[in-house]
């Protein structure tokens, strides 16, 4: 399926998945690894010890990351990230281009440090992801509201949390409804405001009707088995 071309100011729904559809987060730490790419890759600014600021991030969140990097990243950032979930095999983003070629640099960054992580980690070489990121333009409120509630109820795949998917800690779910673990390196706003409470928002995520129609293309795209 070709991608939709990036425009400064539009967001977009991103997706990608394993080369032969194999699972690319294969514990704890290969979860925390990409979350930690994903909020800290959202500008251009340099991480230099990104093993050594991982250990600290595992413990102390997103408060680990040091004030003035914080602010650089902030300052720089070419994304605005709205929602995420990770699964075993594919991960599924909501985010907003803030400059030209923002979005592609920052996946294309994101896909070389964690494949570089996950070859050396598990002695493996070559290609991770199937091919280049797919990107779905938001065209519009209802779409934008559609695909937050797609993208959340993702880990009803797996029969642990089926029905549970708002407890599932690689998703953005739970920041839109409790509170927002990663303050402003996520920016769900453009989504929860329209909801009078975090419990309207549930109800509005199970009746959509997400995950049961897919998307089209997209649905081939992942879920084709």
């Known amino acids: 399926m070709p991608r939709d071309s990036l425009a400064p100011g539009e967001y ?17 730490r290969d979860y925390e690894r990409m979350l930690f790419l994903l909020f ?8 230099r010890h990104i093993s050594d600021d991982l250990e600290d991030f595992t413990v102390h969140g997103i408060s680990s990351i040091p004030n003035a990097v914080r602010e650089e990243i902030l300052k720089e950032r070419t994304v605005e990230l709205i929602s995420f979930v990770l699964m075993p095999n594919h991960f599924h983003l909501i ?6 070629g923002g979005i592609s640099k920052y996946l294309q960054r994101i896909g070389n440090a964690y494949t570089k992580y996950f070859n050396i980690k598990y002695e493996r070489s070559g290609y991770l992801f199937q091919g280049p990121f797919q990107s779905i333009r938001v065209k519009d409120n209802a779409q934008a509201l559609y695909l937050s509630a797609y993208v959340h109820l993702n880990p009803r795949e797996l029969p642990r949390w089926k029905d549970k998917e708002q407890e599932y800690p690689w998703s953005s779910y739970q920041d839109f409804i409790v509170k927002n673990r990663w303050g402003v390196f996520l920016k769900p706003a453009i989504i929860v405001t329209q909801f009078a ?4 928002y549930m109800r509005y995520v199970k009746t959509s009707g997400a995950k049961k129609t897919g998307l089209g293309d997209e649905k081939d795209f992942l879920l084709e088995s």
Not at 197 to 200: A, K, L, Q, V, Y
């Open 12 to 28: 977009y729904h991103i997706f990608n998945r394993g080369v032969l559809k194999q699972d690319i987060f294969l514990d704890r």
């Open 197 to 200: 409470s975090p419990r309207e």
């Open 40 to 47: 800290c890759f959202q500008s251009p600014v340099p991480i």
């Open 95 to 100: 985010v907003r281009e803030l400059e030209e």
